[in-house]
C-alpha cells in the first residue's frame, strides 16, 4: 500500500469517526431535552402546528386542529412523538456536512437547503400517516416503521450526495 493510499484510508476513517461522534451528541442532547421548551417548539409547534395548518388549508371540512403533539380530528389522528419530528435525520445530515470535504459556504448552504428539505419531507409524512391512520389503518404501522423513515433516510441521503458532489473545489478554498 503508498503512503497516499494509506492517509487517503486514515482520512476517511477519522471523518467517519467524527461523523459517528457527532451524531451522538446531537442525538444525547435532544434526548436530554425531553420535556422541555425546545422540544415542545420543535414537535408541537413546528411539526404539529405546521401539518395541521396544512391541511386545515387543504380541506377545511376534516376539521384538524393541533392539540400538543397531537393531529386531532372527527374520525381519528396522530400522536406525534419524539422521533417522528424528524431530528434524528437531521442529525445526520447536519453530522454528514460537517465532516464533508467542501468549502464552508457550501457546506453551510448545504445545511440550510438539506434542513428546508428534510422539514418539507417529514411534513409529508405527517400529513400521509395522518390520512392513513383515517382510511387504511392496516397500512399505518408499516408506513410508519419502516416505509416512511425509509424513504426520509434516502431522499436525505440523496440531496446530500447530491449537494457535495457538486463542488470541484478543495475543502479548504472557501471562494464558492
Do not use: K
Not at 388549508?57 to 393541533?66: I, R
Request: include cysteine.
Amino acid at each position: 500500500m503508498t503512503p497516499d493510499v494509506a492517509a487517503g484510508r486514515w482520512a476517511l476513517a477519522l471523518r467517519l469517526a467524527i461523523f459517528a461522534a457527532c451524531f451522538a451528541v446531537m442525538q444525547h442532547l435532544y434526548t436530554r431535552a425531553a420535556g422541555t421548551a425546545l422540544e415542545t417548539f420543535i414537535v408541537n409547534h413546528l411539526t404539529v402546528g405546521t401539518a395541521a395548518a396544512i391541511l386545515d388549508w387543504a380541506d377545511p371540512t376534516l376539521g384538524v386542529t393541533a392539540r400538543g403533539s397531537r393531529l386531532t380530528a372527527p374520525g381519528g389522528g396522530i400522536n406525534v412523538l419524539n422521533g417522528c419530528e424528524g431530528t434524528d435525520v437531521a442529525f445526520l445530515l447536519l453530522s454528514g456536512f460537517l465532516v464533508a470535504p467542501v468549502p464552508w459556504r457550501r457546506r453551510l448552504a448545504g445545511m440550510g437547503a438539506g434542513l428546508a428539505l428534510l422539514f418539507v419531507l417529514n411534513q409529508v409524512r405527517v400529513i400521509a400517516l395522518f390520512h392513513t391512520v383515517r382510511s387504511a389503518r392496516e397500512w399505518f404501522d408499516v408506513l410508519h416503521g419502516t416505509v416512511a423513515p425509509l424513504v426520509l433516510v434516502a431522499a436525505t441521503g440523496a440531496f446530500f450526495l447530491l449537494w457535495i458532489g457538486g463542488t470541484n473545489s478543495r475543502p479548504d478554498d472557501d471562494t464558492t
